[in-house]
């Protein structure tokens, strides 16, 4: 991968022992039943980021299945979840030899002390190390320059009024083709690419994979729409397990209708393998 290959060497925490580790952490409180406390730490204004939300529960369905890696994960969110205390709710729905299927629900409890479901996920978990090593495809990496001539949040100003602590997280570097938003001059294309990172310089691994597709600035910002994009279905394809090194992820919109749009992800890895796929349907503020 030359473009990355000037990127300077920076502090690396390691797989199982970093910040994402720990803030994805859950404790079994009985078979299929888990207690987590949501981190503050990867919010936007106060909600969890929605792919943060989605390695809570890959990790939590990772311990209840019988195979360790997620495959094909679809989650809907139903009600914005807060930092703070919250259960996962397991089921297997199938065991098999190659596949284990299950389901999870996040819960929390709101003012009144009533429970409410967060988000909803149904999950199919194989073993990314068994998959035969066949690769046909068109697919291509994205063309995103070095990352040295790419830009972080610290370049511009704050996509969205308020918080967003959840990019004290990431190590995130914009193609400056997708960063009209930020300039005050939105080109209107639906596109969004960057290099991808944790911060504290973790590689990574399938759960964080599902963090990656939903890490980036919204494609709406490029469209000329400003605020909020809260995420309706996402759903996620784990096709390889990564290499170590900076990913590359490009996100497309193709159809803006009635305050909806489409946001498709490919994330790329250091060997120029497409190891992640996504699609979801995002609520966007018109006018």
Not at 109 to 124: F, K
Request: proline share 9%; with cysteine.
């Amino acid at each position: 991968m030359p473009e990355a290959a000037s990127a300077p060497s920076l502090p690396r925490a390691v797989i199982g022992d970093s910040e994402f580790d720990r803030d994805t952490a859950v404790t079994r409180r009985e078979p299929g039943v888990y207690d987590i406390d949501l981190s503050a730490g990867w919010t936007i204004i106060s909600a969890v980021n929605g792919g943060y939300l989605l390695s809570v529960l890959g990790r939590a369905l990772a311990d209840a299945l019988a195979h360790p890696d997620p495959f094909a994960v679809s989650a809907h969110y139903l009600t914005a979840s807060q930092p703070g205390p919250a259960v996962i709710r397991t089921e297997t729905v199938r065991t098999g030899r190659s596949l284990s299927t299950g389901q999870a629900s996040l819960f929390q409890y709101d003012a009144e002390g009533n429970e409410v479901e967060r988000i909803r996920v149904l999950a199919s978990y194989g073993d990314l190390a068994a998959l035969p090593d066949d690769v046909r495809t068109t697919a291509t990496p994205p063309a995103i320059p070095p990352l040295e001539q790419c830009l972080g949040p610290e370049d511009g100003p704050s996509p969205i009024d308020g918080s967003s602590a959840i990019t004290d997280r990431l190590r995130l570097r914009l193609d400056p083709a997708t960063i009209g938003w930020a300039l005050g001059a939105p080109t209107g294309k639906g596109e969004m690419r960057a290099w991808f990172g944790l911060a504290d310089g973790r590689d990574a691994d399938p759960l964080s994979l599902l963090l990656a597709v939903d890490a980036l600035p919204p494609t709406a910002f490029e469209m000329g729409l400003k605020g909020w994009v809260p995420t309706v279905e996402l759903t996620v394809h784990v096709r390889h397990r990564p290499a170590p090194g900076p990913l590359r992820v490009s996100i497309t919109t193709r159809n803006l209708a009635g305050g909806f749009l489409e946001e498709d992800a490919e994330v790329w890895d250091s060997e120029d393998r497409l190891v992640a796929q996504s699609r979801q349907l995002a609520r966007v503020r018109l006018g």
